[in-house]
């Protein structure tokens, strides 16, 4: 069993920037893709990014080139850096960990229980 847990949401103003940080403990995440997704009220929940055992990367063309994904596999931590931040990423994000190399949420087995972002005019 693996749980993870977000944390650094909060306010920010519009331009500004936010690290999310998921802390997993139970198996290790070092052979996991991890996932971050956002849904923000009334909407399906969304893929942001995803970040292979290995560092690679893939992200939404609505976060690209704003936010980038991190991983310290030794400490069981994953971040997504956000930058540039817009009123329409106002949303309750969430990092996941998976199996395969997917943007779909069914493809991650594990999630955590998300942190609130909101991002201010």
């Known amino acids: 069993q693996v749980q993870l847990v977000e944390s650094g949401g909060g306010l920010v103003q519009a331009g500004g920037s936010l690290r999310l940080s998921c802390k997993a403990s139970g198996r290790t995440l070092s052979s996991y893709t991890m996932g971050w997704f956002r849904q923000a009220p009334g909407k399906e929940r969304e893929f942001v990014g995803q970040s292979s055992w290995r560092g690679f990367t893939s992200y939404a063309e609505s976060v690209k080139g704003r936010f980038s994904i991190s991983r310290d596999n030794a400490n069981n931590m994953v971040y997504l850096q956000m930058n540039s931040l817009k009123p329409e990423d106002t949303a309750v994000y969430y990092c996941?960990?998976?199996?395969?190399?997917?943007?779909?949420?069914?493809?991650?087995?594990?999630w955590g229980q998300g942190t609130q972002v909101t991002v201010s005019s």
């Open positions: 996941a960990a998976g199996t395969t190399w997917s943007s779909l949420p069914r493809a991650y087995s594990y």
